[in-house]
Each structure stands twice: as C-alpha cells, then as structure tokens.
C-alpha cells in the first residue's frame, strides 16, 4: 500500500499537548462559570420568592414576608397572622408559624459555596448573621430591600426589591 501515511510518533504528542494547554486554559473559566451560574440561580429564587409573595399578599388581602436567612443559609416565605384568628407563635405573636406542608413555606437553600454577602433595608443595613424580613403589603407594595449574595469564586448577584411596586430587579457585579 504505497502512498498511504500515517501520523508519527512526534505529531500525536504535539497535538497532544496543545489540546492539554487549552484545556489548561479553558478549565479555570468553566470552573468560575458554574459558582457564578449557582449564585446567579440562587439571586432568581429569590426573586420568584418577592414575586410568590406580591401574588399571595394581593390574593388573600394581607401580608406576606420574604425572610432571608443567613447562619441557615435559607430564603422562605411566611405569613401574616389572620388578625381574627389567635396568636399562634410566641416568639411573634403577628406571624404565623411555617407550614412544612404548604410547598410556598418550604425554605430554599442557599447552594454550596453561595452566601448572603450583604442584606440590608435600604434606610438601614441589617446586623450580621440577622435574617432579613421584608414585608409585603395586600396594596402591592413591599418594604425597600436589597439582598447581595457571594459565590466563593466572589461573583456577586444584587436583588433590589423596590417599596413602591414590590418588584424586583437582579443585577450582577458590584454593588453600588
């Protein structure tokens, strides 16, 4: 079989390493994409929580609360007592307790390596290790909130709730 070539020995290894040095290269990006994609993932449960309890809030005419915890690494929603109804918590006699049976009370973890930066009203900033509790109102509007949270790689992702409308907005990068 005259004319037919192979590679040698020499070109193997060359391409080789050059498909090593761009994965070299490549791999530390793919590593800091994902811790950006779970903080990034984290900051949108936090917004479909504000926008589950706007929903609820106006649906059944009184308050729900959007607690943000970060010694246990968990976002979930409460309510507001019925105020005809008897206090039922006695740590706050206004809120009911979570239901483990309701699926909108479940807590929401905070994946691996993503954590509450910063949580602060926007008047005052919130003490460290303190949950935050923002508030919405059955009228649509919230308490002003801004909720920053971390990767371990530093990707940062801002949820802003804003009073008026309760709406939020996600943004990413550094904080203002």
């Not at 192979?6 to 390493?17: D, H, Q, S």
């Not at 800091?32 to 309890?53: E, F, I, K, M, N």
């Not at 979930?76 to 918590?89: H, K, M, S, V, W």
């Not at 691996?112 to 508030?135: H, K, N, Q, S, Y």
């Amino acid at each position: 079989m005259a004319g037919r070539r192979g590679f040698t020995l020499i070109e193997l290894l060359a391409v080789m390493a050059i498909v090593a040095a761009l994965g070299l290269l490549v791999l530390p990006r793919l590593a800091g994409s994902r811790a950006r994609d779970r903080v990034l993932a984290q900051a949108r449960h936090v917004a479909t929580l504000t926008q589950a309890a706007r929903a609820r809030a106006a649906g059944e005419g009184r308050a729900y609360l959007l607690v943000v915890d970060p010694v246990k690494g968990e976002a979930r929603l409460l309510r507001r007592r019925d105020p005809l109804a008897a206090a039922t918590d006695p740590d706050d006699p206004e809120r009911e307790p979570a239901d483990a049976a309701a699926s909108w009370s479940r807590p929401v973890p905070f994946p691996d390596g993503v954590r509450v930066f910063a949580a602060e009203r926007l008047a005052e900033p919130v003490a460290t290790g303190e949950p935050l509790v923002v508030v919405f109102h059955p009228g649509g509007e919230a308490d002003a909130a801004r909720v920053v949270f971390e990767s371990a790689q530093g990707d940062l992702v801002t949820v802003t709730i804003e009073p008026a409308t309760g709406r939020t907005t996600i943004v990413e990068g550094e904080v203002e």
